[in-house]
C-alpha cells in the first residue's frame, strides 16, 4: 500500500469497527512489509527476521515498537511506487531481565536495510530516546550502507547520525550486533558503539569486493574483507558468537555488566565465592615458566562471572567484565601465555579503550600485572609504538572510578606504570611475594648496574659467570622484591595470593562513591 491516506482492503473508514480493522490491517503489514516470500528467505538462510531478532534479544512481551508506520517519502528513480511500512529497521523500547534498553533492527528485505532520509530520522530518534531516557543503546546491523537513489540525503542523514552516536559515547552504553552485510557509510555506524558483536556469515567493511577490485585490481572476497574472523582479529569486534540467537545472548551478558547510563552504577549480583586457595601454589617456581592468567582470575572473581573482550586479538593482555562479591568491575590482565604478556602497541591500544569505556561508566577497574615491558624491536617502533601506547598512559592517569592493582610477578619498567602503579592514581596496590617490581629483570639489572665491576673482573681472569650468579641473586634479594616496593609505598600490601579476593572486595567497598575533581577543560589530547 503505498497511499498511506486510503483504507486498507476491507475496512469502511466511516465506521469505529472499520477504523479499527484499518489500524489492525496496517500492523500486520508491518510484520513482512517485503512479503510472506521475503520472511521465507530470511528463515531459508537460518538467519532471523529484523523483527524476531528484537523479539530474541527483550524480555517477552516487552516490546514498544515506535515508527512502525513510517514510510519514505522520496520520489527520485521512481522510488515513490515502492513504499513499503517501517522502511526497513524496526525501532523502539523494552526490557532485557527487566531493565529499559532502546534497540532498532535493520531489515536487509526492505531495499536491503539501506539508509535513507525516514530510515535514518526513525534509528536518531531512538537513539535520542535513548539518550533522553539514559538507558543503553543497541543496534542489530543489516545494511549495504546509504540508499544512493536518495541522493544526497542519505549523506546528510549518515553524518547525523555519526555525530549522533558521538554525542552518546560515554553518556549511554552502546552495543552493535553485525548480523548482516554490513558496508559503505553505514560501516562506521556500528564502530562507534562501545561493544561490538559479530555473528558468522556476517560483513562489515568500508568498500564491498567489486568496488575494491575495480579500483585497486584486488581480488578479495567478503570474508577476507570484513568476516567475522577479520574483525576479530584486528580489535573491530569484541565478541563473535555462532548464530542471531547466540549474539543476542552475548549481548544480554554484556548489559547484565554494565549500568544503563554514565551516572549509575552497575547493578549488584549474589556473590558466589571461588576457590581461593588454588593461587598460593599457582605461580612457577622460576620465572622463566609461564601460567595462564586466566587460572590467577578463576581464583579471584565470582564463578562464571569473566566475560572477556577481544580475545582473540591483542592476547598479551586480557580485558574482560567481571565481578567480586557480585560487584561489577573490569579486569585489564598481563597474560604470561602470549609475548610473556609483554606490551606491544596492539595491546596498549587494546586495554586502553577498556579502560575509557569503564571510567565512562563507573567500573572500578582491577589490573593484574605480570609484564616483563613493552615489547623491543625496530618494527614495533616503526609501526608507532610510542604514539599507541601512549593512550593508555593517559586512560589509566584520568581514570576516575576506584583503580585496584594486584602485582602477580613481573612489572617492569614503562609496562609497570601502564598497568595500574601507583603514582599513576591506583588507589589500592596489592603485590604478591613472587612480585617483581623494578626496571628490568635481575639479569638485565646486574648487567646495566655492575658492568665496571665484571669488567675489573674478566680482566682480572676471575670466574665472572660466578660473579654474575652472585650479583644476580644480590640484586633480586635486594632491589626487585615487593618489599622494596612496599618500602616506599609504591606497594600498600604484601599478601598471600589467597587472599585477594577479599582484599579487593573490601578496596571495592571502600571506593564505591570515589569522587576525584576534574580539571577545567574541554578534553584531553591524547595520541589517538
Avoid at 548464530?243 to 549481548?251: E, G, I
Wanted: with cysteine; net charge negative; glycine share 8%.
Amino acid at each position: 500500500m503505498n497511499d498511506p491516506t486510503s483504507a486498507t482492503p476491507g475496512a469502511d473508514l466511516s465506521t469505529t469497527v472499520g477504523r479499527l480493522q484499518d489500524l489492525r490491517n496496517r500492523l500486520a503489514e508491518t510484520l513482512a512489509p517485503a512479503g510472506e516470500n521475503a520472511v521465507a528467505a530470511v528463515h531459508d538462510a537460518d538467519r532471523l527476521t529484523a523483527r524476531e531478532r528484537v523479539d530474541a534479544l527483550l524480555d517477552e512481551g516487552s516490546f514498544v515498537e515506535i515508527d512502525a508506520l513510517a514510510r519514505h517519502r522520496a520520489t527520485s528513480f521512481n522510488l515513490d511506487r515502492s513504499r513499503p511500512v517501517t522502511d526497513g529497521v524496526v525501532t523502539g523500547y523494552g526490557t532485557v531481565d527487566g531493565r529499559q534498553v532502546c534497540v532498532f533492527s535493520q531489515d536487509a528485505t526492505v531495499f536491503g536495510g539501506t539508509v535513507g532520509e525516514t530510515h535514518g530520522e526513525k534509528l536518531i530518534k531512538v537513539m535520542g530516546l535513548a539518550e533522553r531516557a539514559g538507558v543503553p543503546l543497541v543496534g542489530i546491523h543489516d545494511s549495504t550502507g546509504a540508499r544512493i537513489k536518495e541522493g544526497v540525503v542519505s549523506l546528510g542523514t549518515a553524518a547525523k547520525l555519526y555525530r549522533l552516536r558521538s554525542r552518546l559515547s560515554g553518556v549511554v552504553p552502546q552495543i552493535s550486533v553485525i548480523a548482516g552485510p554490513t558496508a559503505g557509510t553505514e560501516a562506521h555506524q556500528p564502530v562507534l558503539a562501545d561493544i561490538v558483536v559479530a555473528v558468522e556469515g556476517a560483513h562489515l567493511y568500508l568498500t564491498d569486493p567489486e568496488l575494491t577490485r575495480s579500483v585497486l585490481g584486488e581480488k578479495v572476497s567478503a570474508d577476507e574483507l570484513g568476516g567475522v574472523e577479520v574483525l576479530a582479529s584486528n580489535g573491530t569486534s569484541h565478541l563473535t558468537a555462532a548464530t542471531d540467537d547466540a549474539a543476542l545472548s552475548l549481548v544480554k551478558d554484556v548489559l547484565a555488566q554494565l549500568p544503563s547510563n554514565n551516572r549509575a552504577l552497575t547493578p549488584p549480583t549474589e556473590p558466589v565465592a571461588p576457590d581461593t586457595d588454588a593461587l598460593d601454589a599457582l605461580i612457577p617456581d622460576s620465572p622463566a615458566a609461564g601460567y595462564d592468567m586466566l587460572d590467577a582470575l578463576a581464583g579471584v572473581v565470582d564463578p562464571d562471572s569473566l566475560l572477556e573482550l577481544s580475545a582473540d586479538h591483542a592476547g598479551n593482555v586480557l580485558t574482560a567484565f567481571a565481578r567480586i562479591e557480585g560487584r561489577g568491575v573490569g579486569v585489564v590482565a598481563s597474560q604470561p601465555l602470549v609475548l610473556a604478556g609483554a606490551l606491544d602497541a596492539a595491546a596498549a591500544a587494546k586495554a586502553a579503550r577498556f579502560v575509557r569505556m569503564c571510567d565512562a561508566f563507573n567500573i572500578p577497574l582491577v589490573f593484574a600485572v605480570d609484564s616483563p615491558g613493552f615489547m623491543p624491536g625496530a618494527e614495533e617502533e616503526r609501526s608507532g609504538l610510542l604514539r599507541r601506547s601512549a593512550p593508555l598512559f593517559s586512560a589509566v592517569a584520568d581514570a576516575s572510578v576506584g583503580v585496584l592493582t594486584v602485582v602477580v610477578r613481573k612489572a617492569f619498567g614503562s609496562s609497570y606504570i601502564a598497568m595500574g602503579a601507583k603514582n599513576m592514581g591506583a588507589d589500592l596496590v596489592l603485590a604478591w611475594p613472587s612480585a617483581q617490581i623494578s626496571h628490568a629483570d635481575a639479569a638485565n639489572t646486574v648487567t646495566a648496574v655492575h658492568a665496571d665491576t665484571l669488567g675489573k673482573a674478566a680482566r682480572k681472569r676471575k670466574d665472572v659467570d660466578a660473579l654474575r650468579v652472585q650479583l644476580t641473586e644480590e640484586i633480586e634479594d635486594s632491589l626487585i622484591t615487593p618489599y622494596a616496593a612496599a618500602s616506599r609505598g609504591y606497594v600498600d600490601a604484601v599478601i598471600a595470593p589467597s587472599e585477594t579476593r577479599a582484599r579487593l572486595a573490601d578496596g571495592l567497598a571502600l571506593l564505591e562513591r570515589k569522587v576525584v575533581p576534574a580539571p577545567v577543560r574541554k578534553h584531553d589530547n591524547l595520541p589517538l
